[in-house]
C-alpha cells in the first residue's frame, strides 16, 4: 500500500485524528490551497514528464520557500526515481512527489515523531530564543496557557528585558494564563531575570518554567554571547537543563531562516522549532530545508492567533494538510 | 552554509572564460544560471528573477568585454546594472501637507517592526527635520503594544496619544488628528496593529482608517528576511491602500534581503528607509545601489578593484610578489603591506568589498578590529631589524622584550608569530596557483 493511501486511512479511521487533522487544514488553508492546487495544475497541464515539467515543479517549490539547495536536492531524486520506475505520464507523479517530501521530512526512520522533552517528576525548563518579531512572547504565553490547561504549575520568566514593553506583554499573558511571571525591570541582566526565575519555580514547585528572551540578529556577536551565559545559567542551576531549547521561526521568513538555525544552534543547543505564522499564506517550506540541512525537528506550529492555535507539531498531520485536495480526489 | 555569494559561484564559469574577447551566448547561459540561483537564494521571488534573467541574456550576449574587466566582471556588471536600475533611485522624502499636520500611517505583518520603526522615523523627523510629531497607539490587538509605544515616547520625550485598548482604532487615529491640531503637532504617525494581509476584517479596518484620516503617506513595513512571500503581502497592501512608500526593517541581519528586490518590482513604490538596529536613531535612507550589491552577495567588488588600483604602488606590488614566490617575505614586508591596506580605508569596509571574505576560514568569526592592527604594529615595531629578517631567531627572552615594547603580552606575540608564518605558507600556494598568470598585486596580508 501507498505511503499517501495509508495517511489517508489513518485519518479516517480516527476520530481524534481527525480533529487535529481539521485544525492543520483550516488553518493552512492558503498554504494548501497555494501548494496543491499549483501540483494539480501542473499535473493537468504537463502530459509528459520532461525538463520543462521539472522547471516548473522547480519554481513551484521555490515559491514556497523550500529553498535551492533543498529543491535541487529534491529534484534530482525525482529524476532518479521517475528513471527508477519508468515514469512517463504526469498522473503518476502526484504520489512520487509528495511521498519524497514526506522522506525529506521523516529522514530515515518514518515513525518517529520527536515531542517535547517534558520530565514527569521535576521541573523542565523551557528556553525560548529567536530573532526579533517572530513571535517569541506570543508563542510562550499559548504554551504556558496550555501547559496550564494540562494541570501543570507553570512559572515565567521575563527575560527580555531590553525591547519596550516585553515585559509587560509577558505579564498580560501571564493574567491571561493564570501563572506566575518572574520579572525585573526593564534593561536589567537577563541572566539574572532567569536565575531568579528558576529559584522561583523551585520553590514554588513548578512542573515547567518557559524562559523569555530578547528578540536578537544571529549576526549578534555581543547578543549572542549573552544568549549563551543564559543557558550557561541555566546549565548550572539545573543539571540537565534547559530541557527543550526551542527556536522560533516566523513562517514568511526566507532563506535567512537557515542562518538562523544555524547561528543559534551555536549559541545554545536548539533541541526544535516553533514555526509561528503558519496561516495566512506563510508557505513554511523552509521547515522541509531545515530538516534536510540541520537536522533540526519542528515541535509546535501557530495556526492562528487563538490561544488553542498553538499545535504541537504532527508531521503527518502537515502532510496531510499540504495535500489533503489532492488525496480526496 | 547555503549562503554563497554571486562572485564565488561564478568562480568556475569565470575561469573558464577568462581571456575570451566576446561573451559567448553559451557563456552567458552557464553564468545565468548561476546568477539565478543565488538571487533565489536571496529570496528575490522566482518571478521577478525570471524577467530578470531574461532581461540580462538580451544585454550580455555578444558585448565586448571591457579592457578593464574580466568577461565574469562583465556579466556581473551587467546584472548589478540591471538590478541597480530595477530598484530605482535614492529617495527618501517624507511628504509635507499643505495644511498640518502632515498624517504617516505605518502598516504591515505582525513582527515586521512597526512599532519601533514609528519611534525611529519620530526621532528621524525631529532630529533631521525639525518637526514635532505624536506618535499614536492604533494597535488595541497586541497586548502592551500600547504600552510598547508609551515607552518609546518617554525614551524620545514624544508625546503618545492613545485611549487604551478597549477603543476603536478609527476613533483613535480621529481624535489623535484632532488634538495634534490643538497642540500644534506637525506631524502625526499612527502606528496600527500587526496584521495578516489575507485577513479581510483587520485589511477593511485599514482602510477604514486610511479615509476617515486621510494619511499622507501610507508606510509597509517589511521584514527583510521575508522569503517569496513578500511578493503577495506588499502586493495586497498596495491594492488595498495605495501605500505611497515602504521601509524594510532588520537589515542589520545577515539576510541578503532579496525580498526587497521583489516589492519593488511589483509594487514599484520607492523603498524609503531602512532599519538598521535597534536604538532608536538606527534608521537610514535606503541605498538602491548597496541593496543591488548586498542581494548579489558579491560586495562591492567594482569598487574594491579601482580602490586597489589607485593606491597599490604597481611597481611595490610586483616586487613583493616574487618575494612571496621565493618565501622571503618579511615582517618588514609585512608592515608596509599593511600600511597600504590601511590606506584604502576602513578595513571593515574593505572586507565588506572582498567577495566571499565572510566565507573564509578563520575569517569567518575574526573580528577586523582596528585596534589590533595597531597591535600588530608595535609589535613588529618592536623587533630588531634581524628579527624582522629572520623570525626564527625568535626565543622567550627576545619574546618577553618584544611583548614589554610594544604593550602586549608575550601570547600575543606567539600570535602573531605563528598567524605570519600561516600566512607565507599560504602565500606560497596561492602565488603558485596563480604562476604564470599576470597577478595585480591584489593580495591582503591579513588573509
Same mark, same amino acid.
Do not use: P, R, W
Given at each position: 500500500m501507498s505511503f499517501m493511501k495509508k495517511l489517508k486511512d489513518k485519518f479516517k479511521q480516527n476520530k481524534e485524528e481527525e480533529k487535529v487533522t481539521k485544525k492543520y487544514k483550516e488553518g493552512m488553508e492558503k498554504t494548501r490551497t497555494s501548494f496543491s492546487s499549483k501540483i494539480n495544475n501542473l499535473l493537468a497541464r504537463y502530459r509528459s514528464v520532461d525538463e520543462d515539467f521539472f522547471e516548473e515543479l522547480e519554481d513551484i517549490l521555490i515559491s514556497a520557500d523550500v529553498g535551492v539547495t533543498t529543491v535541487m536536492d529534491l529534484i534530482d531524486e525525482l529524476k532518479m526515481e521517475v528513471k527508477r520506475q519508468n515514469i512517463k505520464e504526469t498522473d503518476k507523479m502526484k504520489e512520487v512527489i509528495s511521498e519524497k517530501l514526506v522522506e525529506i521530512y521523516y529522514g530515515e526512520d518514518s515513525d518517529q515523531i520527536e515531542s517535547m522533552n517534558i520530565q514527569n517528576d521535576e521541573l523542565t525548563i523551557i528556553l525560548v530564543v529567536g530573532v526579533n518579531g517572530v513571535g517569541k512572547t506570543t508563542s510562550i504565553g499559548k504554551m504556558a496557557y496550555q501547559f496550564k490547561q494540562e494541570g501543570k504549575r507553570v512559572v515565567l520568566a521575563a527575560g527580555d528585558t531590553f525591547r519596550a514593553g516585553a515585559i509587560e506583554q509577558l505579564e498580560e499573558w501571564g493574567k491571561r494564563a493564570e501563572v506566575d511571571v518572574i520579572k525585573q525591570s526593564a534593561g536589567s541582566d537577563p541572566a539574572a531575570v532567569i536565575f531568579d526565575g528558576i529559584k522561583a519555580a523551585k520553590s514554588r514547585k513548578a512542573d515547567v518554567l518557559i524562559c523569555d528572551t530578547a528578540g536578537r540578529l544571529q549576526n549578534k556577536v555581543n547578543l549572542m554571547n549573552e544568549l549563551s551565559k543564559v543557558n550557561r545559567v541555566i546549565e548550572r542551576e539545573v543539571p540537565g537543563a534547559p530541557h527543550e531549547v526551542l527556536l522560533v521561526l516566523d513562517a514568511t521568513t526566507g532563506q535567512n531562516a537557515l542562518s538562523q538555525a544555524k547561528t543559534f544552534s551555536e549559541a545554545t543547543n536548539v533541541s526544535g522549532i516553533v514555526l509561528t505564522k503558519l496561516d495566512g499564506t506563510a508557505k513554511g517550506g523552509i521547515v522541509l530545508a531545515i530538516r534536510h540541512e540541520l537536522n533540526i525537528p519542528v515541535k509546535y506550529v501557530g495556526l492562528g492567533e487563538q490561544v488553542g492555535d498553538l499545535q504541537e507539531?504532527?508531521?503527518?498531520?502537515?502532510?496531510?494538510?499540504?495535500?489533503a485536495d489532492m488525496l480526496q480526489e | 552554509m547555503a549562503f554563497e555569494g554571486l562572485a564565488d559561484r561564478l568562480q568556475s564559469t569565470i575561469k573558464k572564460i577568462t581571456g575570451k574577447g566576446k561573451v559567448s551566448e553559451q557563456d552567458v547561459k552557464e553564468m545565468t544560471r548561476e546568477v539565478r540561483l543565488a538571487l533565489l537564494e536571496a529570496d528575490v521571488n522566482f518571478k521577478v528573477v525570471k524577467n530578470l534573467i531574461n532581461r540580462i541574456k538580451e544585454r550580455a550576449v555578444g558585448q565586448e568585454v571591457m579592457e578593464s574587466l574580466t568577461p565574469g566582471q562583465q556579466v556581473i556588471k551587467v546584472v548589478q546594472d540591471e538590478l541597480t536600475a530595477l530598484m530605482g533611485g535614492e529617495q527618501s522624502k517624507i511628504a509635507v501637507a499643505d495644511r498640518p499636520p502632515t498624517v504617516i500611517m505605518m502598516t504591515g505583518l505582525q513582527g515586521a517592526g512597526k512599532t519601533t520603526t514609528t519611534g525611529k522615523l519620530a526621532n528621524h523627523l525631529r532630529k533631521k527635520h525639525n518637526r514635532s510629531p505624536l506618535l499614536v497607539a492604533c494597535d488595541v490587538y497586541r497586548p502592551a503594544a500600547v504600552n510598547q509605544l508609551e515607552t518609546l515616547g518617554e525614551q524620545l520625550n514624544m508625546p503618545v496619544f492613545s485611549m487604551g485598548t478597549k477603543a476603536n482604532p478609527v476613533e483613535i487615529a480621529t481624535k489623535a488628528i484632532e488634538q495634534a491640531k490643538a497642540e500644534h503637532n506637525d506631524y502625526v504617525i499612527i502606528d496600527t496593529a500587526g496584521r $495578516?494581509? %489575507?485577513?479581510? *476584517?483587520?485589511?477593511? *479596518?485599514?482602510? *477604514?482608517? =486610511? /479615509?476617515s484620516v486621510k494619511p499622507d503617506e501610507i508606510f509597509l513595513v517589511v521584514d527583510a528576511m521575508t522569503g517569496q512571500d513578500a511578493v503577495n503581502v506588499a502586493e495586497s497592501f498596495n491594492e488595498q491602500l495605495d501605500l505611497s512608500g515602504v521601509i524594510l526593517t532588520k537589515l542589520d541581519g545577515d539576510t541578503r534581503g532579496g525580498a526587497? $528586490? /521583489?516589492?519593488?518590482? %511589483?509594487?514599484?513604490k520607492p523603498i524609503k528607509f531602512a532599519g538598521m538596529g535597534e536604538k532608536l536613531d538606527q534608521l537610514e535612507a535606503f541605498h538602491p545601489e548597496r541593496m543591488a550589491s548586498r542581494i548579489l552577495g558579491m560586495g562591492d567588488v567594482l569598487t574594491?578593484? *579601482? =580602490?586597489?588600483?589607485?593606491n597599490v604602488d604597481e611597481k611595490q606590488a610586483k616586487e613583493l610578489e616574487e618575494k612571496m614566490r621565493t618565501m622571503s617575505f618579511t615582517f618588514d614586508d609585512f608592515l608596509e603591506q599593511m600600511g597600504q591596506v590601511k590606506n584604502m580605508g576602513p578595513l571593515d569596509d574593505l572586507m565588506a568589498m572582498i567577495p566571499g571574505a565572510n566565507k573564509m576560514k578563520g575569517l569567518k568569526n575574526a573580528k577586523l578590529d582596528e585596534k589590533q592592527i595597531v597591535h600588530v604594529e608595535a609589535i613588529i615595531q618592536s623587533m630588531t631589524k634581524k628579527e624582522r629578517q629572520d623570525p626564527s631567531l625568535m626565543n622567550a627572552s627576545r619574546k618577553k622584550r618584544i611583548a614589554k615594547g610594544s604593550g602586549t603580552s608575550v601570547s600575543q606575540v606567539n600570535r602573531l608569530l605563528k598567524q605570519f608564518d600561516e600566512m607565507k605558507k599560504m602565500m606560497k600556494q596561492m602565488t603558485n596557483m596563480q604562476k604564470g598568470k599576470k597577478g595585480k598585486g591584489m593580495k591582503f596580508p591579513f588573509m
Open positions: 507539531f504532527d508531521a503527518h498531520a502537515f502532510v496531510y494538510g499540504l495535500f | $495578516l494581509h %489575507v485577513d479581510n *476584517e483587520l485589511m477593511e *479596518e485599514l482602510e *477604514e482608517i =486610511k /479615509s526587497a $528586490l /521583489s516589492i519593488k518590482a %511589483v509594487t514599484d574594491l578593484i *579601482e =580602490k586597489a588600483q589607485t
